[in-house]
């Protein structure tokens, strides 16, 4: 875990905001974020467990949504936080759970590795920003890569392992245009940003917002899903993160998966009409760890959108066989890492 107290002292950051700011960065991931694992000591007999992270917005905002509307009615809810994408393979990879937030890649690692893992929604579509601090006129995502060229600085990425990497490299083999890139934790970016000693970076929201409201000269550039779209056409959304479950829960559950799905996208309208409204759904944990206004400012940039697994499938399989080499030669050549992945369309 990242040392706050240390970083505060030897950078003479005092302020009490830039203090939390550290703490996000230390527990994000994706913007999905990262926390510890934490159970009850009694586990009743009709429930249901859910594995989130205290850093996750939009992939879980529709779902918060759903419970307080009254899901799943009869069951108690029991929230466990995963540590990373490790963490939340390994609960995978034991069966550990019924529903699971998280980015794909992480739920098709698993599922590849035996998990029993069925996508059930996409709730994670637009996250991912290019910004800078430059004073280098820059306009485009054209201008930072000429500009990069030349100085011969990397584009810094964070999440390190998250699906912006590959990506990008999917961009630059269409459009020509290529980075030498710097994957690099969020914590170890948001101090070299501070310092000035990082000018250009691809992060993810709500990391992004966190950092304009402290450091003001910022500035977004273009958003990596709208450059993806540029190139290779279609709309600006890619399948990032989501909801899957346990496949027993599923087998047990059927009636119930679906119904979650059709109670998140049936609240996205009202979702989307206000981003106070939207952030005031997560559990009090999540806002207490980012903070209201920086959730409210997030969701700005922050698409929320819900589409059943089942509906978007052939988005999936070409998104997962992008960033995951695993998966470009299956032995049914359709990119999903299991026969039960994806929960049929209704």
Do not use: C
């Amino acid at each position: 875990m990242f040392d706050i107290a240390l970083a505060k002292k030897e950078y003479v950051m005092q302020s009490r905001f830039f203090s939390r700011m550290l703490f996000f960065a230390a527990v994000i991931f994706f913007a999905f974020g990262t926390s510890s694992s934490r159970a009850a000591d009694s586990v009743p007999a009709k429930k249901i467990v859910l594995y989130t992270a205290l850093t996750a917005t939009t992939p879980q905002i529709p779902l918060w949504s759903a419970i307080g509307e009254g899901w799943p009615k009869g069951y108690e809810l029991q929230v466990r936080y995963w540590k990373n994408l490790d963490d939340l393979r390994g609960v995978m990879l034991a069966g550990k759970g019924d529903l699971w937030v998280g980015n794909l890649e992480g739920f098709a690692q698993a599922a590849k590795r035996g998990a029993p893992v069925t996508l059930i929604a996409v709730t994670a579509w637009k996250k991912f920003y290019f910004v800078t601090s430059s004073k280098e006129k820059v306009m485009s995502l054209e201008d930072i890569a000429d500009i990069l060229k030349k100085t011969g600085e990397p584009l810094a990425v964070t999440p390190q392992d998250g699906p912006a990497l590959g990506i990008v490299e999917a961009m630059g083999k269409k459009g020509g245009m290529t980075f030498k890139v710097a994957p690099m934790p969020p914590q170890q970016l948001m101090l070299e940003i501070m310092r000035g000693t990082r000018h250009y970076a691809l992060m993810p929201e709500p990391l992004l917002s966190l950092l304009l409201a402290k450091k003001k000269d910022i500035r977004i550039v273009a958003s990596l899903e709208e450059e993806y779209a540029r190139r290779f056409g279609g709309p600006a959304r890619l399948p990032l993160a989501g909801i899957a479950a346990n496949t027993a829960f599923i087998k047990a559950h059927p009636e119930m998966a679906k119904e979650l799905v059709q109670r998140m996208q049936g609240a996205v309208l009202k979702l989307r009409s206000s981003r106070k409204e939207a952030a005031a759904v997560l559990p009090e944990p999540v806002r207490e760890t980012l903070g209201m206004a920086v959730l409210e400012a997030s969701l700005e940039r922050d698409l929320i959108y819900v589409e059943p697994a089942g509906n978007v499938r052939e988005q999936v399989a070409a998104f997962l066989k992008m960033i995951l080499p695993e998966l470009r030669n299956t032995p049914a050549g359709d990119g999903m890492p299991s026969d039960s992945f994806i929960l049929p369309e209704s």
